[in-house]
């Protein structure tokens, strides 16, 4: 951080973003689209997935970060359908109770 301005705010790195991204695939609070803060829609989700993939994945050990990109992507295509299928349904139902 410099001057209290976040880096990824310079007009430079989002000009970058944008060119390798473009504005349709960035979430960000500097891009038409914002990442919503503490959505109990996507949050919940999220540490859900990544909570199954870390289990599945450090379970193997993998020895490099090419080994760990190829793990996370065979678990991913691997999620058993149940799985996703209770994590949705676990999901709807908590935003329902929340709201």
């Known amino acids: ?6 880096p990824h705010i310079d007009s430079r ?7 390798h991204f473009t504005d349709a ?4 609070l500097h ?4 990442w919503p ?3 109990p829609d996507i949050t919940p989700f999220y540490f859900w997935l990544w909570g199954f ?4 994945i450090y379970r193997k050990k993998p020895a ?6 190829d793990s996370i992507q ?11 299928r209770s994590a949705v349904e676990n999901i709807v139902s908590a935003t329902r109770a929340h709201f």
């Open 1 to 6: 951080m410099q001057d209290g301005a976040p």
């Open 13 to 19: 790195v989002k000009q970058l973003i944008r060119q």
């Open 25 to 28: 695939r960035v979430i960000s």
């Open 31 to 34: 891009f038409p689209t914002e």
């Open 37 to 39: 803060p503490s959505s």
């Open 53 to 56: 993939l870390k289990d599945n």
């Open 64 to 69: 490099s970060v090419p080994d760990m990109k």
């Open 74 to 84: 065979l678990h991913v295509l691997d999620i058993p359908a149940d799985s996703l």
